[in-house]
């Protein structure tokens, strides 16, 4: 018999109910005990859940456009594939930040906040979210002052070029926020929009993966780890498949 | 008021590797067990499944198997002379949460310490004089010898069905093994596993350079095993998710595949998931521990009696609650004075990079464990004499995977972004392969662990302080033994190659390995260690640490894994051979 008691709501029922957009932390799970076999129960994995296009979640429509225009500048579209609009990263972006990183879910934030070195690691209270929006915020008002009261998209790619080139270098100043960091954070999450698996809003039709020849989620190379010195023949697969399997209407 | 529950005959704190193999033990002597585990219960149809394990961001970048700093962190500074600061998000070691700990997400590499490593100290000022080592280098040797581990070792590779090739069965040297190891008492329970085009470019140049590669020992097996406990595992394959992943094919070992549904078939044993033991209580005495106190998800407090209290936690957390309980006498830098949190070491990695001209080298396909390895330059493998350091480490290609958010190789000097990046990606993913060294980490004066005086856990308790950098010893290593590697990448006919040897000072924010010992440290001698030869507190002969890296005295140029898994079992042994038919100080 298997005997398990629970002192709240099983953990799995909690998961499936809570886990609406997102993979869900272990902290909203309960305390229990097992005794006398494995507690295995069916229906209670917490698989991913699709991110779906549709309306901005996190960003308003001036800041998506905003980073719409900057992600294609990081990852530009060219005639090996996609950009990096193109490619959904700033939808992955969006998602991300409306989500649990967005809200530094499961980090240690207790206070005091002080300025450490660099190798004891970031310090500041802000979340990912609060930091994409005074960052945005910074660079859109840079703008404004520098380019006749222009935004980001309006701008040449030469010049938006230029002006991401100031923020990674730190040579360009924003209002209250370390510009490099802010840059750092920008293309670290682009470059994981770009790269994750599609399931999360990046990497629209695997762009990235058939761009550098990586096959995705198969998970069986059995048959091909000595076939030295040859290309792996299928193409990418992702953890909801691939578009070509589905039925078209 | 904690509310107390009936009385079992074993607490365990922390039902990972060590936790799961003394809970086994012990429970087959007919013992009442119960296993406190702050995470939750995982197993693989729920959590890692084949259906999505596959989730780099998930599982790699945003960390879903891992301990949540909220839950648990520390605090982390260079030197004495600096405020540490909160780990406020893990990235430079990666501790494990929940059922089967590290044992889930670690990578399968297999090693067993060479014989000279268990006596660091006297052997090393045998051959090179006292003098050698630094005044401050607090290396010590350990209190049992390599072949009274062997048949542990043994013991707990056959629970995992390792793959390897031996190249020492009982003084024989074996053609394709390590010719540097100590001897086995038998084959690896596995063959090696398959190599892949980077591996053998390897391993061939190595060759050529007059070093001796073999396959890398990998608890990701080769093919399908039941081991001794009737647990059948099954065959890797190759899938290049390994490392921060759990394994849906069931056949990488954990305590999940190796373990667990034994264990789980005892109806003496039962585990407690998602509690935290927040303290080890004392009698009036302080000499004899009467249980534990643990706070579950509800913020309920309970209070678990036991006669037998094991600490089978990640290191860290041993050395906290080791002290927040009040059992041993705290480390003190200043005077030398004092064990628990003395001698907290690490591993000094580094790598070189190789890009290879028009070659498909199909870098995702890989295990935790793949790949060829030299061994020349590990321990006291190689004369130091003149060199000014001591130590060493392992070397080759072991590369985990191409997981692309985080591998992405480019040529030197490539933008880090545009349009120059995109190209350089795409040109270099399938040519480039990365070379590492896995090298020790002797202990110092100034390394340490103790209770942070400003920040604290959710219980309201001290966060554990590490103060620790890599000493000139451990550097001057780094720069030669990626130097050997350089010269064996060279050899690989390279377009370009860039050797990164380790660099000071250590920077908690860029992940090297989570082999982090010592804090509880065993020993022969009370006042350089916490416990004895047994895993035995000193102190409270009824606490046990048995076998987590926390009782390394320093850490060797190897994973620690094996050597955690042979302690393990040799504390269980001597619990349940010694201890139990007269409970009291073993030493």
Known sequence: MNRISSSGPSRRLLLTSAAAFFFVGTTLTRARTLVGSLPWEPGTATPPVVVRPGPWVFFTADEAAMVEAAVDRLIPPDNRGPGGKEAGCAVFIDRQLAGPYGRAEGLYTRPPFMPGAATQGYQLPDSPAARYRTGLRALADYIKDHFAGKSFRDLASDDQDTLLKGLESGSIVLKGVKSAEFFALLLANTQEGFFADPIYGGNRDMASWNLIGFPGARYDYRDWVERHNEAYPLPPVSIMGRSDWTVKE | ?587
């Open chain 2, 1 to 587: 008021m904690a509310r107390k529950l009936p009385a079992k005959d074993v607490v365990i704190i922390g039902l990972g590797w060590t936790g799961s193999i003394l809970a086994y033990e012990l429970a087959k002597t007919g013992l009442n067990v119960v296993a406190i585990e702050r995470g939750p219960w995982r197993d693989t149809a729920t959590d890692f499944p084949p259906a999505y394990a596959q989730d780099e961001l998930r599982y790699a970048v945003r960390l879903d198997l891992f301990l949540r700093p909220e839950q648990q962190t520390l605090t982390f500074r260079n030197n004495a002379s600096q405020t540490a600061m909160p780990i406020r998000s893990f990235s430079g070691f990666l501790p494990g949460n929940g059922v089967g700990g590290a044992g889930i997400h670690w990578n399968g590499q297999t090693w067993r310490f060479l014989p000279t490593d268990f006596q660091l100290r006297s052997h090393l000022e045998e051959r090179y004089g006292k003098d050698a080592l630094p005044a401050d280098m607090t290396i010590q040797d350990w209190p049992v010898s390599y072949d009274e581990l062997e048949p542990y070792y043994d013991r707990f590779e056959k629970l995992c069905g390792t793959s390897g090739k031996a190249g020492n069965i009982r003084g024989q040297k074996q053609a394709g093994g390590n010719p540097f190891e100590g001897w086995r008492s038998s084959e690896y329970p596995t063959p090696p596993l398959k190599q892949g085009l980077g591996a053998t470019l390897f391993a061939e140049a190595a060759r050529k350079t007059g070093h001796s590669p073999f396959p890398q020992p990998a608890s990701n097996l080769s093919q399908a095993y039941v081991n001794p406990l009737g647990v059948k595992l099954g065959q890797c394959t190759y899938c290049g998710f390994c490392e921060r992943f759990g394994c849906g094919n069931y056949a990488k070992a954990s305590p999940q595949t190796c373990v667990l549904p034994a264990l789980l078939r005892f109806p003496n044993f039962s585990a407690q998931t998602e509690s935290e033991v927040t303290k080890i209580n004392l009698d009036s005495t302080g000499k004899r521990a009467t249980g534990v106190t643990y706070v579950d998800t509800s913020g309920e407090e309970w209070e678990q009696p036991a006669d037998i209290v094991l600490m089978c936690a990640f290191s860290f957390f041993n050395v906290q609650l080791m002290l927040l309980s009040g059992i041993g006498k705290p480390y003190d830098p200043q005077t030398g004075q004092g064990v628990v949190g003395r001698n907290y070491a690490y591993q000094t990695t580094s790598s070189v990079s190789v890009i290879l001209k028009d070659k498909i080298l199909n870098p995702f396909i890989a295990t935790g464990a793949h790949g060829m390895i030299i061994d020349d330059y590990n321990g006291d493998n190689f004369d130091h004499t003149g060199l000014g350091f001591v130590g060493g480490g392992y070397m080759g290609f072991g590369q985990t995977g191409a997981r692309p958010i985080q591998t992405r190789p480019v040529p030197k000097g490539t933008p880090k972004w545009g349009a120059e990046w995109k190209k350089a990606t795409a040109e270099t993913y399938q040519r480039a392969c990365s070379l590492a060294t896995h090298a020790s980490s002797y202990s110092y004066k100034d390394c340490y662990l103790d209770l942070d005086p400003t920040y604290k856990d959710r219980f309201g308790r001290p966060l554990l302080r590490m103060t620790f950098d890599f000493h000139d010893n451990e550097l001057m290593m780094s720069a030669y033994l990626t130097d050997r590697l350089a010269d064996i990448a060279k050899a690989m006919d390279p377009v370009e190659i860039t050797a990164s040897p380790r660099k000071g000072p250590y920077d908690s924010t860029i992940y090297q390995t989570t082999h982090n010992t010592g804090g509880t440290v065993m020993g022969a001698d009370p006042a350089t260690s916490v416990l004895n030869r047994y895993c035995q507190s000193w102190d409270v002969h009824n606490v046990f640490v048995p076998g987590g890296a926390s009782v390394f005295p320093q850490n060797h140029g190897y994973n620690p894994t094996d050597t955690v898994g042979a302690l393990a079992y040799w504390a269980a042994d001597a619990i349940r051979t010694r201890y139990l038919k007269n409970p009291g100080p073993l030493v």
